[in-house]
């Protein structure tokens, strides 16, 4: 497995091409804008540039790992000859199937196809594809270069084969892999937004504020960012539409607060907005409370 395309060149894409660069892949980057392209190879450089400033990357390193990055604007062209296929977009299963299925007409015969899906079944991705012996969940984690972990989701008619390719790739991009089944929000995103949830519903309810609640979870459970700040950081659009599948897939605990239905439609979702939980500034996040 030498080259690798990533479809999509949003926040999850160029990390996910970065990794596989970094680790000695040709990582191609599709996106049908070449202007998000293009802005996503800047982020790419401009993030490894701290590093170099920091000393915690030499330049060199930085160049070689910029220089096997190759962005496309045609996917046919971007699929040709392609070993993985890793899948970044929206979470919407018939754009998955639309992407993958023509990236895997013009990779090779024998191509891992990997989906960064969060929720979504990857048995019925495979089998809407019809190559699902070759297809599995591979779920990185944000940012992925900084991320180490990699959930490997198997469908029912993912193979042996594949799976152990999906390790091999893991390991080859310093990640440790876990092995899950295909089941609604696997194992990361199911425990995730179980605990963003509610901490949504508490400052919905009143029980304490913003910084209190993340507080509560750093210093009482020592996780490393509170679930506000996360829900944030993945983009409260994208824990909203998380919690809708769970909610049909699993049952009532995964209703959406009413109060996230809110802020995605003031489009306060997060970082990427400047606006969640927290209002993101260049000095840093500030909590700001939504009910205020």
Do not use: C
Not at 28 to 40: G, H, N, P, Y
Not at 118 to 136: K, N
Not at 177 to 203: H, K, N, W, Y
Not at 264 to 287: E, N
């Amino acid at each position: 497995m030498e080259r690798v395309l990533v479809i999509g060149a949003g926040t999850m894409g160029r990390g996910i091409a970065q990794v596989a660069a970094a680790s000695d892949y040709e990582a191609r980057l599709f996106d049908v804008s070449a202007e998000v392209s293009a802005k996503a190879v800047e982020a790419i450089a401009s993030s490894m540039q701290r590093r170099v400033d920091r000393g915690k990357m030499t330049a060199d390193v930085r160049e070689a790992t910029l220089k096997r990055i190759t962005t496309f604007d045609d996917l046919s062209a971007a699929a040709d000859g392609v070993d993985v296929v890793i899948e970044a977009v929206p979470e919407k299963m018939s754009l998955k199937v639309d992407v993958m299925g023509a990236a895997a007409e013009r990779a090779k015969d024998d191509a891992l196809l990997g989906s960064n899906t969060s929720s979504l079944s990857i048995t019925e991705l495979g089998q809407a594809l019809g190559h699902g012996a070759r297809t599995i969940g591979t779920h990185f984690f944000n940012p992925p270069p900084a991320m180490p972990l990699l959930e490997l989701v198997v469908g029912l008619h993912t193979s042996e084969g594949t799976l152990a390719r999906g390790r091999t790739l893991a390991v080859r991009m310093g990640k440790t892999a876990i092995t899950v089944q295909d089941s609604p929000g696997f194992a990361t995103s199911r425990l995730g937004v179980a605990i963003g949830a509610e901490a949504i519903r508490m400052l919905e309810s009143g029980v304490a504020g913003v910084e209190d609640i993340d507080r509560a979870m750093e210093l009482g459970y020592r996780h490393p960012m509170g679930p506000l700040k996360l829900s944030d950081l993945v983009g409260l659009d994208v824990r909203l539409h998380i919690l809708e599948h769970l909610h049909r897939e699993v049952g009532e605990q995964f209703r959406p607060p009413a109060l996230l239905r809110q802020m995605v439609r003031a489009g306060w979702t997060g970082k990427k907005a400047g606006r969640g939980f927290y209002r993101w500034t260049d000095d840093g996040p500030v909590a700001a409370d939504p009910r205020q």
